[in-house]
């Protein structure tokens, strides 16, 4: 089990999480593909303050760059590290150049140096999306494989994709709009992908989250007309250069999804950059030209994952006992799919941040102050009488300090 600094809490549902979780420091890994990677970037990938990796390796042919408060279960892999304060890596480091704030600590071994290129990410194969714009309006909303042009799952709305191969020219997310794979899909994308905020790409019962494996070019096709697109992602994310290798398609357009999201997919997207927003949580891989990914993410490559939680948010009970006061726990039956979940997790306002799949049990974070607060969220969840819903509780602790 890896060593947990003596500030960190963890509950006891995360305790279960992190020991599943550990990462091997005595072995170091052989690529001959990317199947341990949660984030491969060719150039850099930038994590912003208080992101967490709750398994999956980081890899990039040139720089990692992690902000602090950071918590890393997994390996890195790179040229250049860059790690700021207060941030732990549960895992192995390889580099050629490594640059770490005393405050900060690699637990694994440390590896110099490193041959490069780490990994080459694979080309896209050629596909030829169709003609047909489809906008998606509220729940009821199915859609076969085929080829389409521009597909929009409009604010509040839901699409179920049924399984097989989609060319598509554009895939777009409203606010709030959830997208469903029911089964194994291949999801080829040619000029943009971009979700606005609150959106949920969710799995089907029994399916792992890279089983929504999207290939994405970002490069407008030849034979589609020139028109005028919401370009302010381009604005922000690239530079002047950029913009020009952009229009001579050198390189593509980038992926943005806004702030509080929960995406499950495998995005292969060797020549554009990818943008997760703050509080994203994250499960599959992402590998891409460049990532970012935003402040207070959590991302896991296996479908276990948990936050560890913040020691601020701790409240003791007159019993000495201790829970988080923005956290619930929701034990759901064997039936229950992650929209269930995520259902409830709408209701409380809240984000899902933790799923232990042996108990179908699920961590959401709520905005709450005060136990008050809390036991109102719990009291509206157990007021619904879900037949789905088994259980929800405080999110008790164990305090591994000693």
């Not at 199915?142 to 799952?153: A, D, F, K, Q, V």
């Not at 034979?223 to 398609?249: A, V, Y």
């Not at 593509?252 to 806004?258: A, D, L, N, Q, Y």
């Amino acid at each position: 089990m890896p060593t947990v600094r003596p500030h960190h809490i963890i509950s006891v549902l995360a305790f279960g999480g992190i020991v599943l979780a550990a990462v091997n420091f005595n072995s170091q890994p052989l690529f001959q593909n990317t199947d341990n990677f949660v984030l491969f970037a060719q150039e850099e990938i930038k994590l912003e303050q208080g992101v967490q990796i709750s398994s999956g390796d980081l890899g990039s042919n040139k720089k990692i760059d992690i902000e602090k408060d950071a918590i890393i279960n997994g390996n890195l892999f790179a040229d250049r590290i860059s790690i700021d304060k207060n941030t732990t890596i549960n895992g192995n480091a390889s580099f050629n150049k490594l640059q770490i704030k005393k405050e900060s600590e690699i637990l694994g071994t440390q590896t110099k140096p490193i041959q490069l290129p780490i990994v080459n990410l694979p080309e896209i194969p050629e596909f030829t999306i169709g003609t047909q714009d489809f906008k998606f309006e509220g729940e009821n909303n199915t859609l076969p494989s085929g080829n389409y042009r521009n597909i929009t799952i409009e604010k509040n709305s839901k699409l179920i994709l049924t399984g097989g191969t989609y060319n598509l020219n554009k895939l777009e997310l409203k606010e709030n709009s959830t997208l469903i794979f029911q089964a194994p899909i291949t999801l080829n994308i040619q000029f943009k992908l971009k979700g606005q905020q609150r959106v949920s790409i969710l799995p089907g019962q029994n399916l792992n989250p890279t089983d929504l494996a999207v290939n994405y070019i970002g490069i407008k096709s030849k034979k589609e007309k020139q028109q005028k697109e919401d370009d302010d992602e381009i604005e922000s994310e690239m530079d002047e250069k950029e913009r020009k290798d952009l229009k001579d398609g050198k390189i593509g357009r980038p992926v943005v999804f806004g702030k509080d999201n929960f995406l499950n997919f495998k995005l292969v997207a060797p020549k554009a950059k990818v943008n997760l927003g703050d509080e994203t949580t994250f499960r599959g891989q992402i590998l891409a030209k460049e990532i970012k990914i935003g402040k207070g993410s959590v991302l896991s490559r296996a479908e276990l994952f948990v936050k560890e939680s913040d020691p601020k948010k701790v409240i003791i009970d007159q019993d000495n006992s201790r829970f988080l006061v923005n956290e619930i726990i929701v034990n759901f039956t064997d039936v229950a799919t992650l929209l269930d979940a995520q259902n409830i997790a709408n209701l409380v306002d809240g984000r899902i941040i933790g799923f232990i799949k042996s108990v179908n049990a699920y961590q959401i974070e709520v905005i709450t102050d005060t136990p008050e607060e809390l036991e109102t969220k719990i009291q509206l969840v157990r007021q619904l009488s879900h037949p789905l819903v088994e259980g929800v509780f405080r999110n008790y602790l164990l305090n591994l300090a000693k």
